[in-house]
């Protein structure tokens, strides 16, 4: 039996998935986007950073070591 290959998602495809559920359900916490996304932590998490420095999302400080995720004016 031929073992079966799972190919990450590349990033624009988890960036179009991470817009997509901010404008359906607003704002998420990073652990909140790999739950409703089902993609790891460290994809939602780069994915985030990428976005944010290109002003698609904005992020806000909700405690200490957390941070809330939102749509930005770049994206829409």
């Known amino acids: 039996m031929k073992p079966t290959l799972i190919q990450p998602p590349n990033s624009q495809s988890v960036d179009r998935k991470m817009l997509l559920l ?43 070591s957390e941070y809330r995720v939102s749509v930005g004016r770049a994206a829409h």
């Open 22 to 64: 901010l404008r359906r359900k607003g704002a998420q916490t990073i652990e909140g986007l790999t739950m409703l996304t089902g993609i790891g932590w460290g994809q939602v998490f780069l994915s985030v950073d990428r976005m944010s420095r290109t002003g698609k999302v904005l992020l806000t400080a909700v405690y200490p």
